[in-house]
């Protein structure tokens, strides 16, 4: 069984940055590809970002291209999304979910929620005007 456990969410005003963290239990050496999504109150998952079980391929959703950023280190089993430029509008859950181990996906693919195997139980981030 894989967990993941989301982190560093909190309170910022409009403007400010958050780094989020994504922690993922399982023994290293075990890559998986990893996604971001959110979800506000009374609306359906958004996919946010995304990145390749070995970190060479990223996404990210129009709304957050240019403000937002995910990596990974693999010898921590972490990925982050740095959150720069923050905006009222990016107030939601974000949750980080992992792909099958090893796994390539189309670029579709890390769009769509059903990709995507474990999440964790998210972590809120709310930006303030």
């Known amino acids: 069984q894989v967990h993941l456990i989301e982190s560093g969410g909190g309170l910022v005003q409009a403007g400010g940055s958050l780094r989020l963290s994504c922690a993922i239990s399982e023994p290293i050496g075990t890559s998986r590809a990893i996604g971001w999504f959110r979800q506000g109150p009374g609306k359906d998952r958004q996919f946010v970002s995304a990145?390749?079980?070995?970190?060479?391929?990223?996404h990210y959703a129009d709304s957050v291209q240019g403000r937002f950023t995910i990596s990974r280190d693999n010898d921590k089993n972490t990925v982050y999304l740095q959150m720069n430029s923050l905006k009222p509008e990016d107030t939601a859950v974000y949750l980080c979910a992992a792909g099958d181990s090893r796994t390539y996906y189309t670029t579709d693919a890390y769009y769509r929620p059903r990709t995507y195997l474990y999440w964790g139980p998210g972590t809120q981030v709310t930006v303030s005007s």
């Open positions: 990145i390749s079980w070995r970190g060479g391929t990223t």
